[in-house]
């Protein structure tokens, strides 16, 4: 062979050497911040970013970029790897595992305290990708669950709790779902929609679930359901109105019209330490009983402690053990029904001296 063609085909193959030398350098330069700054995953991570470089099967190329996200979130590296999830979802749109990579930027975004940024991800995958199940679990149940914990309106709660009744109503507390649905319906002013998932919240029997700021779930969800069902023809225009009518009855003696003034849902009579949630188990007092012998006292005056919302009217002389009742009064708070929100009732009945 001629040195002159001898000396080209391998100037040609250096050349090509060369070159391939030189991308794989500016690569590797391109990569550096997946590892630069880590300690313990250091070696570990430049090894997956190289085997990631020569790998094409998408399964063990999602191994690879799951392990690099995770060394990247054990250090603490978040910007790092959010630029990194990013940069592999926008480079392989067509990726079947994208919907768990946006999951893991969704969350990396939340621990730089991003919120609104995270949300916006959680959303996407919701509405953009179809469910999948990645490492037993449902990716759109975690993104549903986030969106809750950050949705900053009760109709975007509304459309989260319906979301998760109707796709994973097996995998969810129902009776919270359809508590937590009431509130934001009602919150929303939908009272119709509201009475509706408080009935069927009720309608689990569940005594027992909690919510923050409301000790007694239940019987918040009963009383109103039963307002609404209800005549509603104890209620007074004004408290005046109602305590005249009710001292009249007491002096009377007069048990009938007792018995239509006061409530006729969640009416208690209960001492001074137990809890309002106690009442549920009570069996209803029946006034008749307590109203013979000595002529029942009334007070001159409501309590002190009493507000603008509720009144207490101190009594005594009842055929009872305890034979002081403080009669408790209150301002209905019900705005699904204008005709009775803000009128009073009798809501029932504390034995013994005030605490």
């Known amino acids: 062979m001629p040195p002159v063609i001898l000396f080209k085909r391998f100037g040609l193959f250096a050349f090509l050497f060369c070159l391939t030398a030189f991308f794989l350098s500016c690569s590797q330069e391109q990569n550096a911040y997946l590892y630069a700054g880590l300690h313990e995953h250091k070696n570990e991570q430049k090894t997956l970013v190289s085997l990631l470089q020569q790998v094409q099967e998408v399964p063990i190329r999602f191994a690879l970029i799951d392990k690099i996200a995770s060394n ?18 926008d480079a392989e749109p067509a990726n079947p595992y994208n919907p768990y990579f946006l999951l893991r930027l969704a969350a ?3 621990n730089i305290q991003e919120d609104t940024i995270a949300a916006y991800y959680f959303e996407y995958i919701v ?28 109709a975007k709660s509304i459309v989260y709790y319906s979301r998760l009744l109707a796709d994973f109503y097996d995998e969810i507390d129902p009776a919270q779902a359809y508590f937590m649905l009431a509130q934001a319906y009602e919150k929303q002013g939908e009272w119709q929609q509201a009475i509706q998932a408080y009935t069927q919240f009720l309608n689990l029997h569940r005594f ?10 239940y019987g918040y969800a009963r009383k109103i359901v039963d307002y609404n069902a209800s005549t509603k023809n104890w ?18 003696r007069d048990y009938t019209t007792l018995e239509r003034c006061r409530s006729k849902v969640n009416f208690f009579a209960m001492s001074w330490k137990q809890e309002i949630s106690d009442t549920q188990q009570q069996s209803d007092v029946n006034l008749r009983n307590f109203m ?31 034979r002081t009742w403080y009669l408790y009064f209150r301002k209905i708070n019900f705005p699904a029904d204008p005709a009775i929100h803000g009128r009073w009732e009798w809501a029932g009945i504390y034995y013994g001296e005030k605490i």
């Not at 199940?133 to 975690?142: A, D, E, R, T």
């Not at 000595?294 to 009842?318: F, N, V």
């Open 72 to 89: 990247l979130q054990a250090e603490q590296k978040t910007k790092s790897l959010a630029v990194f999830l990013q940069s592999v979802i």
């Open 108 to 110: 990396a975004y939340r």
């Open 127 to 154: 509405q953009n990708y179809t469910d999948m199940q990645v490492n037993g679990q449902s990716i759109h149940l975690v993104c549903l669950k986030n969106l809750i914990e950050l949705s900053g309106t009760h």
């Open 208 to 217: 027992d679930v909690i919510i923050p700021g409301i000790p007694d779930s």
């Open 235 to 252: 209620t007074f225009n004004t408290l005046d109105e109602l305590i005249k009518t009710v001292k009249t009855a007491i002096r009377a």
């Open 292 to 322: 013979y012998g000595s002529a029942i006292s009334i007070a001159s005056e409501l309590d002190p402690s009493s507000t603008p919302y509720e009144a207490y009217l101190r009594t005594a002389g009842w055929s009872q053990y305890i």
